[in-house]
Nanobody, 119 residues
């Protein structure tokens, strides 16, 4: 069973930075892609960023383009989300997820890490 473990969340002031990490219990090449989702109170879970494990192709939600960067370290089975210029509206629980095929379902999820941005 695949396990994804997030870390790096916390409380930060607006304009600050955080780096989230997601360690997989298996080689990330097992997956087609890994991504970061977030869910704020009362809102639907949304895809923030995604990276393919082989080619490194990335996708970003419009709301985070130019501020967030997703990257991977294949040797460490780890995916990162560098978040800069944080805004209060970035406050949410951030989840790491993986999918095994292109356009497939996101089948494995981490437990989530809280990010709180104060104004």
């Amino acid at each position: 069973q695949v396990q994804l473990t997030e870390s790096g969340g916390g409380l930060v002031q607006a304009g600050g930075s955080l780096r989230l990490s997601c360690v997989a219990s298996v080689s990330i090449f097992t997956f087609n892609a890994m991504g970061w989702y977030r869910q704020a109170p009362g809102k639907q879970r949304e895809l923030v960023a995604r990276i393919t494990t082989s080619g490194g192709s990335t996708y970003y939600a419009d709301s985070v383009k130019g501020r967030f960067t997703i990257s991977r370290d294949n040797a460490k089975n780890t995916v990162y989300l560098q978040m800069n210029s944080l805004k209060p509206e970035d406050t949410a629980v951030y989840y790491c997820a993986s999918r095994r095929t292109a356009y497939g379902v996101w089948s494995s999820w981490g437990q989530g890490t809280q990010v709180t941005v104060s104004s």
